[in-house]
Antibody
Framework: QVQLQQWGAGLLKASETLSLTCAVY????????WSWIRQPPGKGLEWIGE???????NYIPSLKSRVTISVDTSQNQFSLRLTSVTASDTAVYYC??????????WGRGTLVTVSS | QSVLTQPPSVSEAPGQRVTISCTGS?????????VHWYQQLPGTAPKLLIS???NRPSGVPDRFSGSRSGTSASLTITGLQAEDEADYYC???????????FGGGTKLTVL
């Protein structure tokens, strides 16, 4: 059974860089796209972007200038970097496995709070 | 404002049936992109409920069903149970944005 375990800093100051990593256990890493999705407190879900095992990426246009998603196939891990964060980036960040444009396995989520 | 439009809330009594709508446009659902549905219980990660418009993953009760028509989709839950009280999200792909889009979510209250 595939499991995603994610970690990263939960408290940032404005202008700092958000960094999260997600490790994939118990399943194939190739053949899927691996996504980051966020959810501001009390609000809905927002897809941030994705990467496959070859390093091919897609990002939401509104965040493209600040986002980098990278992959480490030797560790079956993928990571999110979001630069110049502001309070509006405060959210629970989820990693998820994408398969034919839907997400069938999710991490537990990491609350990232940006303080001013 | 979300690309896919859902009612903010719906409510119904136990044992009854409820339908949650998801309205898109010609750049997403109307183009033929599949719609997927997720259930999010309080304080937990979303869980895939329906994939590719109508498919239930293993373990999802057959009380949950999905459909798609034109630029809209819907999730129907029959025989409502207290444990169904959650937030429900639809999701598709948008060719104009070139990425995944979600509905704003619908909070289901079981009265």
């Amino acid at each position: 059974q595939v499991q995603l375990q994610q970690w990263g800093a939960g408290l940032l100051k404005a202008s700092e860089t958000l960094s999260l990593t997600c490790a994939v256990y118990g399943g194939s890493f190739s053949g899927y796209y691996w996504s980051w999705i966020r959810q501001p407190p009390g609000k809905g879900l927002e897809w941030i972007g994705e990467i496959n095992h070859s390093g091919s990426t897609n990002y939401i246009p509104s965040l493209k200038s600040r986002v980098t998603i990278s992959v480490d196939t030797s560790q079956n891990q993928f990571s999110l970097r979001l630069t110049s964060v502001t309070a509006s980036d405060t959210a629970v960040y989820y990693c998820a496995r994408g398969y034919y444009w839907h997400f069938d396995v999710w991490g537990r989520g990491t609350l990232v709070t940006v303080s001013s | 404002q979300s690309v896919l439009t859902q009612p903010p809330s719906v409510s119904e009594a136990p044992g009854q049936r409820v339908t949650i709508s998801c309205t898109g446009s010609s750049s997403n659902i109307g183009t033929g992109y599949d719609v997927h549905w997720y259930q999010q219980l309080p304080g937990t990660a979303p869980k895939l409920l329906i994939s590719a418009n109508t498919n239930r993953p293993s373990g999802v009760p057959d009380r949950f069903s999905g459909s798609r028509s034109g630029t809209s989709a819907s999730l129907t839950i029959t025989g409502l149970q207290a444990e169904d009280e959650a937030d429900y999200y639809c999701q598709s792909y948008d060719s104009r944005l070139r990425g995944v889009v979600f509905g704003g979510g619908t909070k289901l209250t079981v009265l």
